[in-house]
């Protein structure tokens, strides 16, 4: 049989201020609303019970505001990644045309709020989206392909310290829905899967995941295999949100 060789789960942050605003009154960084608050509790506790060796988030705030809870819960040390960021990357405005890039949280601003968090060393003082430019279609592909690669070396690095006993590690992300969608696409647009979906049937194309969803996937000996999608079993009808 394949060898599982890690898994990586794919967290979808709380619902977002902006996620409850019409797009004229969204800003650039939003935190978490209340029902975020909430959202990202339960999640915290949920993923207590999972055996979560490696956390990682985006640095925008709703991403820090949502792993914040799972250290509660769970004492891993996350480390703010400088390439886990929403699509486009951190804007102000809302038409076309109109869209001006920002530089969201600096490094200090972060370590202050979040202490002991590893800090991705590309993230400078003027903040982690400082000195770039919005995403074209083209950039989002890259990057992707980019994390995708950096997923992979983190399996590796873990397999050779074969940490706790085995090479089967669970790393968790914190991130966004489109990126999550654009990271799936890449994961799995590997024509030599057996089990890669047919893309425009593929249930991250037809359904936007949920605040908080948990999305599975498993590395088998050059394949990518998503287990599970959109899966929020921790939250109550109630609380579902995009």
């Not at 004492?75 to 038409?95: N, T, W």
Request: proline share 5%; charged share 20%.
């Amino acid at each position: 049989m394949p060898t599982l060789q890690g898994r990586f789960l794919l967290i979808r942050h709380a619902q977002s201020a902006n996620n409850a605003l019409p797009e004229h009154q969204r800003v650039s960084d939003p935190g978490i609303t209340q029902l975020g608050v909430e959202q990202s509790d339960r999640l915290g506790q949920h993923l207590s019970s999972l055996p979560i060796t490696h956390l990682y988030c985006s640095g925008f705030l709703r991403s820090l505001e949502t792993t914040a809870a799972i250290v509660k819960y769970s004492k891993l040390k996350p480390y703010v990644h400088a390439s886990l960021f929403e699509v486009k990357g951190c804007y102000s405005g809302h038409r076309a045309g109109e869209l001006k890039p920002e530089a969201g949280l600096g490094r200090a601003a972060i370590a202050a709020k979040y202490v002991g968090w590893e800090i991705d060393p590309q993230i400078s003082e003027s903040g982690w989206f400082f000195g770039r430019t919005l995403e074209t279609d083209e950039a989002v592909t890259q990057r992707t392909r980019s994390v995708a690669s950096w997923m992979l070396d983190r399996l590796t690095d873990v397999r050779q310290a074969n940490l706790n006993g085995t090479d089967a590690a669970l790393h968790a992300m914190v991130i966004h829905a489109d990126f999550i969608v654009a990271l799936l696409r890449t994961l799995t647009s590997d024509a030599s899967n057996p089990k890669s979906e047919d893309a425009a049937n593929a249930p991250w194309i037809q359904n936007e995941p949920y605040n908080t969803s948990l999305t599975m996937l498993e590395r088998y000996e050059g394949v990518w295999q998503v287990i599970q999608y959109n899966q929020t079993d921790h939250l109550p009808p109630a609380m579902l949100t995009i």
